[in-house]
């Protein structure tokens, strides 16, 4: 089973508009990493955050982690229709090498 | 450069019989990985390659499936005797060194077992 959960599931807004999308976990980590997922592209790399950073922007997106609460979000800012896509948070935990995944928030920007 | 690469991009097959599934990594990258993805889910991690070496196989979901990794580069996932619930798709990614950071993620193979 999955080791954790991004919300909200589904996310429709408007071009233009900030969105958000939260992840939790239940295990500590060495870092977070958020990805997208489009038919287009398949599955990108979007930003990584180590478990000793707080915040980290790239571009319009902005991660914060909170160790403490043990959850993440990822805001992009002024979005368009291409950000349309689902996006993933994955955990790198303890000395393993595999990520694991979140199920992901489906995001659509509308014009 | 070229990316990670799969084959086939689809893959159908009826229940019961076995296939192979091929990931070329980024070349230089040493570690690969096997991800699994069903509809409407998140990835399940299913291997993970560091070099020919398979340090952590704990994701494999049955003595069905099994995968090996040639010369340090490419690698093969084998599923025998298919079920329906093996229907998915088959992610390969890879990244340099150890592997703390970023993966690089191939196209897939979507597997559909009749």
């Known amino acids: 089973s999955q080791q954790g959960e991004e919300d909200p599931q589904a996310l429709s807004i408007q071009e233009g508009e900030n969105a958000t999308m939260n992840c939790s976990y239940k295990t500590s980590i060495n870092n977070l990493q ?9 599955l990108v790399h979007l930003i990584l955050i180590r478990s000793n950073e707080r915040e980290k922007h790239s571009g319009r997106l902005r991660v914060t982690l909170d160790t403490s609460k043990k959850s993440s979000s990822l805001l992009i800012t002024a979005s368009r ?7 993933f948070c994955a955990r790198r935990t303890g000395g393993g090498n595999k990520l694991t995944f ?10 | 450069g070229a990316g990670v690469s ?4 689809n893959k159908v097959t009826e229940k019961g019989k076995d296939v192979e599934l091929r990931c070329d990594p980024i070349s230089g990258h040493t570690a690969l ?14 291997i993970y390659f560091q070099g020919n070496s398979a ?43 150890q592997g703390i950071g970023e993966q690089f993620f191939g196209p897939g193979t979507r597997l559909t077992v009749l």
């Open chain 1, 34 to 42: 958020w990805y997208r997922q489009n038919s287009g592209r398949g």
């Open chain 1, 81 to 87: 229709a291409a950000d349309t896509a689902s996006y």
């Open chain 1, 102 to 111: 979140g199920t992901g928030t489906q995001l659509k920007v509308e014009l």
């Open chain 2, 6 to 9: 799969q084959s086939p991009s």
């Open chain 2, 33 to 46: 990985y096997w991800y699994r993805q069903s509809l409407g889910q998140g990835l399940e991690f299913l």
């Open chain 2, 55 to 97: 340090p952590d196989k704990s994701g494999l979901p049955s003595d069905r499936f099994s995968a090996e990794r040639t010369g340090g580069s490419v690698s093969t996932l084998t599923i025998q005797r298919t079920q329906q619930e093996d229907s998915a798709v088959y992610l390969c990614a890879s990244s340099p060194g």
